[in-house]
């Protein structure tokens, strides 16, 4: 359907039904803070209709009945200590009576206390890191691969057929219902938010500091949102997406997923994916294995900075093409994603790659896009700096 | 001519868009010598900027000299310093400010005191790390170092600054009495301080640098430490300066007892850079 | 109080401009001043209204079209900078240095070479600031905020834009200066403070603010520069700092200075509504007394833009109840100005519809930014577009409308000729049309869960961003008939009177149309 149909459509569903009024208004949520949430902003909402009616009214009748071509002779009055007062007054009444319910529920939102399950979520550029405290469980969750494809620059995709377009994940945050979910907000690198409307909560992901939150999920499902302080250029890109479901199948899916208690204990934050490559990063890889393997991390990880063409964008993100580091010594490429280059974009990639997937993507930078260095660099040089 | 009894508007100025050229120059070679550019473009720019002020303010003290200048337009004047400094004021205030917050706010957070989350940030992120101020953070930035202690230098250059607060007061009653050779006696001293003050400071520099290992990079100390009293130093200077560029004026006898608006001006803002330099020392070295 | 002599000196033949283009490099006169401001301003709305046609370009469907996200972001950025500090404080300078001395009875600024010097960094300044779209990395892109530490990954730009910001600042500072003085210094005598005109009385309390808090963002963009340049770590927790103290510093700054935006406007409103209402304006000392409260409150209730970042719950409180206190002397003033057209004898001539214009959509900006003050509630409003239609109605019917009432109301004086009124009203309806089929939608989107500075979205935002982008281009077209009008009325046409305005009062309507390269050179007798 084209924009313009569509369009029309949605304005005859608008006056139709119940339904649209969700593309147009807050959800009411699924935890009992989102409902309060929503009452409270229709409460505010009403009241400011109110008073927009009253003001409004006021002026348009004085602008219709007082005017000069109606033969409105002006009045002289232009001054009442009575009516200044009673029109301060009469606000003040309506403020404090919308601040009592707003304080009661900033209260209760606040109050993190007695939670049952505790998950880290650190923002990245560009993707959300899930770190199950209790559990052990942690992964990287970032946007849809396919819907990466289609929101690129000139990708041709007509978004329209994606359902959830630019709202779908890799990997989606596994929650229980019916259980107190306390939430530890930090970041790697700069500002993000956390956001998912249906539990009414947002909070900025601050590097350096954690912020706490919390929700109670009452109703198995899939809650949408979205990262909502700029963090650079995929800002964008960055959905959250999480999945509640009822307690059992929610421990269920933690048995599945829990790492080894060996392997937990050692190493919690990138346990996942390291422990699945160990034994894979002692051996020797070929070129053609890697540059392969380094492709596929490379555009999933590297190409929303560095472009897919490897060229970069001028001035912000250098090229790897004819990179003098990436066509350099080992040791300053490595260290370059390993350890990252402090205080600008490129963060570390220690936690988020194993050693055989970072091995392959340096292989992958210096051998492609024109670079032509012609060796490869082994997981095993990684593995030796964890 | 306009006579002194009218408000005294000049009907050209030319200054004013050197004054712009130049400092459009300076702000573009500015940075592009942060950007690893070359520094002619920046020297071009500051120049020309002195340049520009000596001139027009060369215009200034003539078109006063020559008496265009009603009472009226003197209080303008004053006024406008007035808020000048006002607005200096609300500039340290943003420092203050951060000093203030890091050491109330993000200190304590940082080591686990506070609501919401710090006790999970001191534990998960930034585990052993007790706020004490001072400090350079939780990673430690730029290493080991010591303070820098208020008893030896700082407390003589609050004696100095004390003590200049006294030399231009005495001066500016020396004007008032129409005593041109003791006002630019005690202005000499008052500028004499005043260098001083710049010299045993760049000292201080010389040692934080050279012997404590305390540095800009040091955390949030240094850089607190270092962006208040360099804007400090900085005003100092200028202070300074202007002290200087009046007490030449008085040595051509350009005041008089009623008329003395740039000494005074002078002054008051000599006055306000000695206040800042009180909170200072307060809150930079001894608390 | 003011010390003018009661007698006409002679200056020599200096009555008039002097002449050829040096006549505006080196003016002293706070009427071609006041020109050079606003003209400047209008060029710079094109080219940040320009920039927000971009934006709405991209976002007319979902997917990406046109722009990649970094520029996008650049242009977000710009487009705010340019408007706040090149658009509406220009123009609102501008109408400073054309009537304040007008409406005091003084003979022109009081620092006239400090006023030249003022307007002629804007220029410079913004060379500076727009030259950064043609470096390598483009803008910058961290939003206007300048948010630590995504301010800091900009590329070469990064020094140009902090630059920019000290300098436009000078220039303000001087500016602002340069106003408080007039108005304590220059006044005719018996004109008392309580005798001003209420545009004056906004501009002396707008003044303040200004020079209390542009400072404050020059020291908050230095730390920036040095945290970027030279290691400092105020904004690094692993330093000690914390990225979250430079939204402090910052909205100290920029709160207030969102009512630096708005309190001339509340001026210039106070000025139209009495003379089309043809009734002296209702309640002005409390008037005063509300514009004072509310720059009183500005400076305490900064972190309502914070509400996210983890603040105590005290602090979260603090500036909820703050915040929501300022609706009470905005309040007044809008009440003020409804009492002022009761009983009226209205006539709705282009400014008056401008006014009215305001003062309907303003009041709906500021209950939604009621909504917003309510901490919970924004907690799920922040950094969507529920916030960017708050501010934009603040802004655009608030701000950039009671600069076009404010022309459509003095070009009349200014130029010596009125001004097309059928193109002036048809200007109005078209606008007015076309900004709320702009801005209104964005409402809906907000509430449904669409987050700021995002240049792709999902398809449930689809139709309405369509409706928006159409508004967009629409309300920006129709600005060129603004430009029409105002070009049109500089050449010629119908004769205005030294009065204009049939309710018209104020020492600006007793000079001749158009007002004299000086007035009141002799300070005028004051009722
Ligand atoms: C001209 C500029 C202007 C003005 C005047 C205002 C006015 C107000 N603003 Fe707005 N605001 C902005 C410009 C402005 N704002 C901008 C630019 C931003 C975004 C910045 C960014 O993030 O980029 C912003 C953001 C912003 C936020 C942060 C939102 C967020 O990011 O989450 C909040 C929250 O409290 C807020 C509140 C208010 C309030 C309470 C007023 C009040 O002053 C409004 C008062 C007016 C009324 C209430 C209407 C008239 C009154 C009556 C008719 C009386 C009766 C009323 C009652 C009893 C309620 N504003
Ligand atoms: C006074 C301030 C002001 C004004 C007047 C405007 C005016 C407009 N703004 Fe606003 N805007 C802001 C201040 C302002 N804005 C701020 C502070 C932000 C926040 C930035 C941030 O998040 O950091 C913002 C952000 C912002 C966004 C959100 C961007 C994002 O979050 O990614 C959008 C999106 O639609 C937008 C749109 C518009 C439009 C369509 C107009 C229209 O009113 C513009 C009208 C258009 C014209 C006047 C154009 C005329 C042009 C022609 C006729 C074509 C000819 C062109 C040339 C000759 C060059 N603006
Ligand atoms: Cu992450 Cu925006
Ligand atoms: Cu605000």
Redesign the interface.
Known sequence: MSIGSRWLVALAVLVSSQQALADINMPVGVTPISKEVYGLHMMIFWICCAIGAAVFGVMFYSMFKHRKSKGAKAADFHESTTVEIIWTAVPLFILIAMAIPAAKTLIAMEDTSDAEVTIKVTGYQWKWHYEYLDSGISFFSSLHPEHNAARQVGSGADVSQFENYLKEVDRELVLPVGKKVRFLHTSADVIHSWWVPALAVKKDAIPGFINENWALIEEPGVYRGKCTELCGRDHGFMPVVVRALPEDEYLAWVEENAPAPAITEADTAASQQVAAADEDADREWAMDELMAKGEGVYNTYCSSCHQANGEGLAGAFPAIAGSAIANGPHDAHISTVYVGVAGTAMASFAAQLSDVDMAAVLTYQRNAFGNTVGDTIQPSAIKALR | MSSANSYYIPHEAKWPIVGSISLFLFFMGFASVLNGGGWVIMAIGAALLVYMMVRWFGDVIKESESGMYSEQVDVSFRMSMMWFIFSEVMFFGAFFGALFYARVFSGPWLSGFGEGGAAATNAVLWSGFDYMWPHNGPAELGGDYQVMGWFGLPLINTAILLLSGVTVTIAHHAIKDNDHSKMVRWLLATCGLGFLFVFLQAFEYYEAYAHLNLKMTTGIYGSTFFMLTGFHGFHVTMGAIILLIVMLRGTKKHFSSTNHFAFEAAAWYWHFVDVVWLGLFIFVYIL | M????A?H?D??D?HGP?PGW?RW????NHKDIGTLYLLFSLVMFFIGGGMALIIRAEL???????????FF?SMTTMHALVMIFGVVMPAFVGLANWMIPMMIG???M?????N??SF??M???F??LLSTLF????GP???WTL?A??S??????F??V???I??MG?SS?MG???I???I???RAPGMSLMKMPLFVWTWLITAFLL??????L???V??L??????????F??????????YQ??FW?FGHPEVYILILPAFGIISSIIPTF??????????MVYATASIAFLSFIVWAHHMF???M??AG??FF??AT??I??PT??K??NW???????????ETPMLFA?GF??MF??GG??G??LA????D??Y???YFVVAHFHYVLVPGAIYSIMAATYYWMPKWTGNMYDEKWGKIHFWVSTIFLNVLFFPM???G???M??????????F???N??ASIGAFGFGFSQLIFVYVVLKCMRGGEKATDEVWE?ADGLEWTVPSPAPYHTF?TPPAIR
Not at chain 3, 135 to 138: F, I, K, L, Q, R
Not at chain 3, 225 to 234: A, E, I, P, Q
Not at chain 3, 280 to 286: E, H, I, K, Q, W
């Open positions: 003011s010390a003018a002599s007698e000196h200056h020599d200096h002097a040096t490099l080196y003016t002293t007319f469907q979902p997917g990406l079209q046109m722009v990649d996200p970094l972001n003084g003979p022109d009081a620092l006239p070479r400090l030249n010097w002629w960094i220029p410079f300044a060379l500076l470096m390598e990395g483009g892109a961290g939003g948010y530490p995504l800091l990954q900009g590329g070469d730009s020094a140009f902090i630059f920019s000290h300098f000078i500072v602002s200066i340069n408080v003085a007039t304590f210094n220059m020079i209390a808090v542009i400072p404050v020059a020291g908050a230095t730390m520069l040095t945290d970027r340049y030279f290691g400092t770590s105020f690094s927790a692993a330093g000690g700092g914390d990225p979250v103290m402090h510093i100290f209402a043809r009734k002296p304006l209702f309640g002005y000392a409390s996210t970042v983890g105590p719950l979260e409180m909820m109840f929501m206190m609706s009470v309040g007044v809008v009440f409804i009492a002022t057209m009761w009983r009226g004898s209205m006539t709705l009215v003062l309907v009041t709906i209950l939604s009621l909504m309510i901490t919970p509630a907690i799920q922040h950094d969507t409402h809906f989107v509430l449904a869960g987050p700021r500075r995002i240049p792709d979205y999902s398809m449930q689809a139709d309405w369509a409706v309710g050179e």
